[in-house]
């Protein structure tokens, strides 16, 4: 059997990248792509090591950081089904996401932990990195990646919700590699490109759309918490690609003196998950 993963596309350019900087917080302490593959590794096997096995969900909803991305890839590699949540749901919404989907595992923030829905194995994760699956993945065995098929479920993303409730999306590996060889080649990337990342990290465009073709290219991704005009106009010289919602136009347009010389590097701009205004876009 051939492996059809996501991880297995994604691999190579973790081996050719491995000393390179992948994730870049704005105080510069880079986290290299053969750190993070190192934690994932660690991780999916703290995750089997717990009972999870290929094929069960692990729900997650916790801040972003580069541990955050580390647990996505765990999932991969792992043959689990990854499942982001909006840190934003409240313990009822999760209940309802938790009772759905029926996870084997639930990773949240250490403050909601006692307020998780009973049924899955709980472990914690905040945005600094800490927490109890951390300190399991440091004493687990790493995981060699677990052989998946391409029409194997790879992800769960709950829909919005607006005409009844949340319905659950199943993605599968061969949706996640499509997509991501598709924008790949659509926009060019090309060595050398730096993605500047301010997106929520438990949503198609911030994860798939941004995160999956930077990996795929190998490239540096300046890693932002969250969008701050100030911190991504000091950050924009260096990269030459930025992926955001059309508020993080606005807002950057409505900054004094903002204009081309902000802009320079920036090869590609996209703008996504609402309607940008042709006001903006000009």
């Not at 990269?239 to 802009?263: H, I, K, N, Q």
């Amino acid at each position: 059997m051939t492996d059809g993963s996501f991880f297995a596309l994604l691999s190579p350019r973790f081996d050719a990248a491995r000393c390179a900087p992948f994730l870049t917080p704005p105080d510069g302490a880079s986290r290299s792509y053969g750190e993070i593959e190192a934690l994932a590794r660690a991780m999916a096997g703290a995750l089997a090591a717990g009972g999870a096995r290929p094929g069960d969900r692990i729900a997650v909803q916790v801040e972003k950081s580069a541990e955050t991305v580390a647990l996505y890839l765990a999932s991969l590699l792992g043959g689990f089904v990854y499942l982001p949540l909006n840190t934003a749901y409240t313990d009822a919404e999760i209940a309802y996401f938790i009772a759905d989907a029926e996870p084997a595992v639930f990773v949240t923030d250490p403050a909601r932990a006692a307020a998780a829905p009973p049924g899955p194995r709980v472990l914690t994760l905040d945005a600094a990195g800490r927490g109890s699956l951390m300190r399991a993945a440091a004493s687990a065995r790493p995981s060699a990646p677990v052989l998946r098929d391409e029409s194997d479920l790879a992800v769960i993303l709950y829909t919005s919700g607006t005409t009844g409730r949340p319905k659950g999306a199943m993605i599968t590996n061969r949706n996640l590699a499509s997509n991501a060889t598709a924008l790949h080649a659509i926009w060019g990337f090309r060595v050398g490109d730096v993605l500047l990342h301010a997106l929520p990290v438990f949503h198609i465009h911030g994860l798939f759309v941004a995160l999956n073709t930077a990996m795929l290219n190998g490239s540096e991704v300046l890693f932002l918490p969250k969008f701050d005009a100030k911190d991504v106009r000091r950050l924009l010289p260096r990269a030459s690609v930025m992926m955001g919602v059309p508020t993080f136009y606005t807002r950057l347009l409505a900054e004094e003196d903002f204009g081309a010389e902000d802009c320079r590097s920036v090869r590609l701009f996209i703008s996504g998950s609402a309607p940008l205004t042709p006001e903006t876009f000009h």
